[in-house]
């Protein structure tokens, strides 16, 4: 009965104050994303309602074609880096 007395107080504590995302720490970039993020052009890229990627048909990173392609999260590794991470990092504000 005791516990049940101290969890109910708790759950409203966490309830008014709700987590907010954007002030959450977040993990600096390797050396691997900073330097695939060098290589990206935002506005080549769209982030879709779901979090997934889409680029344009002339999409290019550093000097290789990644055209009229859809992708998420672990899809594609890039010189250690995974794509859909540095794209959220660097273009989602976009």
Known sequence: MLRARLAVPLLVAFAAFPVDQSTAQQTPP??????LAAQI?????????????????H?????NH????????????????DLAVVLDRKCAGH
């Open 30 to 35: 390797t050396g691997a994303e900073k330097a």
């Open 41 to 57: 052009k935002c506005e080549d890229f769209k982030r879709n309602p779901d979090g997934s990627w889409v680029s344009g048909p």
């Open 59 to 63: 999409a290019m990173i550093g000097t």
């Open 66 to 81: 990644f055209s009229s392609s859809a992708f998420g999260a672990h899809a594609f590794n890039l010189g250690g880096a």
